[in-house]
């Protein structure tokens, strides 16, 4: 009975490895397909990765903000110097 346990802990625990590395493995091939690529907010000078960037086109080019708050603040800020 005890044996048994200890079977099926041991296919636990290959599962829970095979899975990790699987992870891993899959992450590796999604940073090489795509590089990451940093822009930088003109809000607050961060740079920030391209994916996880907000988007907002303004004046016919594309800016890039770290959060919604900065993309409001920088709106606000670019009104009220005009
Ligand atoms: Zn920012």
Redesign the pocket.
């Known amino acids: 009975m005890s044996r048994l346990i200890l079977l099926i802990l041991l296919f636990l625990l290959l599962y829970t490895i095979l899975r990790y590395l699987m992870k891993k493995m899959l992450i590796q091939r999604k940073t090489l397909s795509e590089p990451e690529e940093l822009v930088q ?1 003109p ?2 000078q ?1 740079y ?1 990765p391209k994916r996880t960037a907000v988007r907002k086109k303004i004046a016919g080019s594309v800016l890039y ?3 919604q ?2 993309l409001k603040n920088y709106l606000k800020r670019d009104n009220s110097d005009r």
Do not use: A, M, Q, Y
């Open positions: 907010d809000h607050c961060t920030i903000f770290c959060n708050e900065c």
